[in-house]
């Protein structure tokens, strides 16, 4: 789950990393009263779960509640990268003498939580990791030793910072990342750019930060901060039905059982000239309670013409999945035609149950069904 950029910095200064203070606005005269309450010039910053919001114009300074209620009005409503802007966070401007970058993430490759710190902060990482790889000092944290001040002072001396006092602050903020990053199960809390201001301060001008789903329940607190308005519906629906579920543009339903099959079958359906409306992978069951489920959220879609259900049957088997379509069949009226390829443990079997189910074609390969399927949607 992605945070806002406010919930982060919310999280940030419960661990103690300096933060400007700031207030919520969902309209341009609460956007006014925050500048007013703040009492001083504000920056304007659309709450958006995608980065480059700078460069989209929605981060504006104002320097009176007036100019804050307008840059309001400009940035409310924007699209940023496909997502509506509904709220803002209003905050003292503060001014930039350095802008750095910090962040702590996973390496799956080495198994460990990995810190990256440059001084070339404010642009998007990657562009620094491709233009000067040098000047992006990283440092893998060994969970067993846990986190320790001469890590960080290796990982500052490695990216250059050379101010006394700045290193000061930046290894306190290094250990209380480190701090926010496992109490909250994060799998990464990016400061983006971390500031020096021109009195020698350092503080934390952005925050992305994500935390595991699977750990939300260990976090009512966080887990509460998500912004189901700004969900996708379909996708809502399927969350609270525990179907791993993505929304696409296209036309044909698709249902496979693991996360691989059912980015194969996206890609197949494309092939065979069609185009996907969804993700849903069924896992790796096929009872009938997740054959209902999976077909409960992928019927939702008014999109949806036709159902590719792709099942390649190892430890699941065949004949098993096709028992849990008839029942969901005989659970829920289903008007579009179905599309079933079964291949793998008991595939014969579960073909032989299927056999003479009206609006329901079995098809031998995976190619053959995709090309059916396309050709019932169109
Ligand atoms: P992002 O573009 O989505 O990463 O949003 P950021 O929060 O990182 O803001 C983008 C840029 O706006 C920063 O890199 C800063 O240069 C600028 N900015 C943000 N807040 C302030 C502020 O308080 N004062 C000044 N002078 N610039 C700011
Ligand atoms: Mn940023």
């Known amino acids: 789950m992605d945070l806002y950029e406010y919930q982060g910095k919310q999280l940030f200064r419960r661990f103690g990393i300096p933060v400007s203070e700031g207030r919520l606005a969902t309209s341009p005269e609460e956007a006014r009263a925050a500048a007013v309450d703040l009492g001083g010039p504000v920056v304007v910053k659309a709450q958006v779960l995608t980065g480059g919001r700078g460069k989209a114009g929605g981060v504006k300074l104002a320097d009176s509640p007036a100019d804050a209620e307008q840059k309001a009005r400009e940035i409310l ?36 939580p990995l810190f990256m710190l440059t001084t070339e902060g404010g642009v998007e990482i990657e562009q620094v990791a491709a233009e000067s790889p040098d000047a992006l000092a990283r440092l893998h944290v060994n969970v067993l030793e846990n986190f320790q001040p001469y890590q960080g002072r290796r990982l500052i001396y490695g990216s250059g910072i050379s101010d006394a006092g700045e290193q000061r602050q930046v290894l306190d903020i290094i250990g209380k990342l480190y701090a926010c990053f496992t109490q909250s199960d994060a799998m990464l809390c990016e400061i983006n750019p971390l500031i020096v201001t021109p009195d020698g301060t350092v503080k934390a001008l952005d ?15 966080i887990a509460e901060m998500r912004d189901v308005a700004a969900a996708d519906p379909f996708e809502a629906f399927a969350r609270e039905k525990g179907v791993t579920y ?62 590719f259900f792709n099942i390649f049957g190892g430890i699941t088997r065949c004949d098993e999945v096709a028992r849990g379509i008839l029942a969901a069949l005989e659970r829920m009226s289903i008007e579009l035609p179905m599309v079933v390829r079964l291949d793998g443990t008991n595939a014969a079997e579960g073909r032989a149950l299927l056999e003479g189910t009206p609006n329901l074609y079995v098809e031998p390969t995976m190619l053959d069904a995709a090309r059916r399927a396309v050709e019932l949607a169109a």
């Open 77 to 112: 409503g924007l699209d940023i990268r496909g997502h509506l802007v509904r709220r803002l966070w209003i905050e003292l401007a503060s001014d930039i003498a350095k802008e750095y970058y910090l962040s702590v993430t996973f390496d799956r490759s080495e198994k460990k």
């Open 207 to 221: 925050a992305k930060v994500t935390v595991d789903d699977g750990a939300l329940f260990r976090h009512p607190d």
């Open 246 to 307: 993505v929304k696409l543009d296209g036309s044909v339903g698709i249902l496979g059982n693991g996360a691989g099959l059912a980015m194969s079958t996206v890609d197949v359906v494309v092939v065979a000239g069609g185009r996907p409306a969804n993700f849903c992978d069924l896992g790796g069951g096929g009872d009938a309670e997740g054959v209902v489920d999976a077909l409960e959220v992928i019927t939702r879609d008014p999109d949806v013409r036709s159902i």
